[in-house]
């Protein structure tokens, strides 16, 4: 079984109209600037509520994949405990989508951002499924034990100029 331990699915994300701190429950204040917040089905109403969903099934992350094909991705953060890594992809405006591997063997990726080919590739492991993310140009890639595609969680990351769009 993988180690690694994937984030919760939440189902709304709620950050303020002024200050942009966000929550996962609506309130009528922000917590951080204290400025009053439109009613949580105006938020909803104005887009300014941001859903999170989550890929989790081998076919449904190809998909995400190919959906991103071509547009920027990076290595963003790794976490040492659980030998989680993230990778963040860039398309246009907020359209960003976080790839999550958990329990990662093994990485072979560069530190700076390239134009994303990738492809998942599932194997028989020593203790269950393997999956193997691999760029099919460049050959980076990543062997872990799961993997996690997410959308609609806040990235910082714009894609460092390697897409036109
Ligand atoms: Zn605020």
Redesign the pocket.
């Known amino acids: 079984m993988p180690y690694g331990i994937p984030w919760n699915d939440v189902e709304t994300i709620y950050p303020?109209v002024?200050?942009?701190?966000e929550t996962l429950l609506y309130t009528p204040f922000?917590a951080?600037?204290?400025?009053e917040q439109p009613t949580e089905e105006r938020k909803q109403a104005i887009g300014c509520a941001r859903h999170v969903t989550s890929k989790r099934e081998p076919d449904e992350i190809q998909a995400s994949l190919d959906e991103f094909n071509g547009f920027a991705v990076r290595l963003w953060s790794y976490g040492v405990s659980h030998c989680e890594l993230q990778l963040h992809f860039y398309k246009t405006g907020k359209h960003r989508m976080i790839l999550m591997c958990a329990s990662s063997d093994e990485v072979h990726l560069p530190t700076s951002a390239w134009a994303a080919d990738l492809e998942l590739i599932v194997k028989a492991g020593k203790y269950g499924d393997e999956y193997i993310v691999r760029d099919r140009k460049l050959g980076h890639y990543v062997r872990c034990g799961m993997v996690v595609a997410y959308f609609g969680f806040d990235s910082s990351f714009c894609g460092d100029g390697i897409c036109p769009w």
């Open positions: 303020c002024k200050c942009g701190y922000c951080n600037c204290g400025i």
